[in-house]
């Protein structure tokens, strides 16, 4: 089982509020990504990181930013939420780049925005 | 454009039966393919990955085949189980690089009943 943490599981909140996901991952792996997954549809890239100070916006346009302070640790913040950010974000980490390495992902964190 | 689809969208089975989920993609360069169990509610999980030499693979009750010269990749599932309910997500790679690209399909929702 993959050692990679997602907090909160679940979470309902206002429009306008601030929210910041958490992502923990203990394998030591560089590479982090966050992911977006709607029902019935692919998973999106909306964020990634090959390594401390390191992070880039993926293919999917996102309000949300992200840092990578230590290599463990790759924490999602939206500044203000709103209902369009309704979605189930994952994050997953890698040994190597995306290319051929495979993706360990946490659990998932379901974001609902009234 | 490189796509990955995936077909069925859905599937249905009873328990102890046999299923195959097909995967077609136009990803070039092509680097691997990957299979990935999502079970409801968790992140998805690698099952097998197949590279350009490699026509089949299989692991426990789960087969897959690759042909590259048709950009086909098919999963075979074995006498299922209830546990076998899950989205099976196909995810093919180009380059296999540091800046490789992975392009996920939407996945297979497969129900298996009692």
């Known amino acids: 089982e993959a050692d990679i943490y997602q907090t909160p599981r679940y979470l309902v909140i206002g429009t306008g509020k601030k929210i910041t996901l958490e992502c923990s991952q203990t394998?030591?792996?560089?590479?982090m990504y966050w992911y977006q997954q709607d029902p019935g549809m692919e998973l999106h890239l909306i964020h990634y990181?090959?390594?401390?100070?390191?992070?880039e916006k993926g293919d999917l346009s996102s309000e949300s930013t992200v840092s990578r302070i230590r290599t463990e640790h790759f924490p999602l913040t939206l500044e203000s939420a709103r209902p369009s950010h309704t979605s189930q974000y994952l994050c997953?980490?890698?040994?190597?780049?995306?290319?051929?390495?495979?993706?360990?992902f946490g659990e998932g964190s379901r974001l609902t925005v009234l | 454009k490189n796509q990955v689809e995936q077909s069925p969208q859905s599937l249905i089975i009873l328990e102890g039966k046999n299923c195959t989920l097909q995967?077609?993609?136009?990803?070039?360069?092509?680097?691997?393919l990957r299979w990935y169990k999502q079970d409801t509610g968790r992140g998805p999980v690698s099952l097998t990955i197949?590279?350009?030499?490699?026509n089949t693979k299989s692991n426990g009750r789960y087969t897959a085949t690759l042909d590259a010269d048709t950009k086909q990749s098919s999963l075979h599932i074995t006498a299922s189980q209830l546990s076998d309910s899950a989205s099976y997500i196909c995810?093919?790679?180009?380059?296999?690089?540091?800046?490789?690209?992975?392009?996920f399909g939407r996945g297979t929702q497969l129900t298996v009943w009692p």
């Open positions: 995967c077609n993609y136009t990803v070039s360069p092509f680097s691997n």
């Open positions: 394998m030591g792996h560089d590479k």
């Open positions: 990181s090959y390594g401390v100070n390191s992070t």
């Open positions: 995810v093919v790679s180009d380059r296999g690089s540091t800046l490789g690209r992975l392009y």
């Open positions: 997953a980490s890698s040994e190597t780049g995306g290319g051929d390495g495979e993706l360990f």
């Open positions: 197949m590279t350009f030499s490699e």
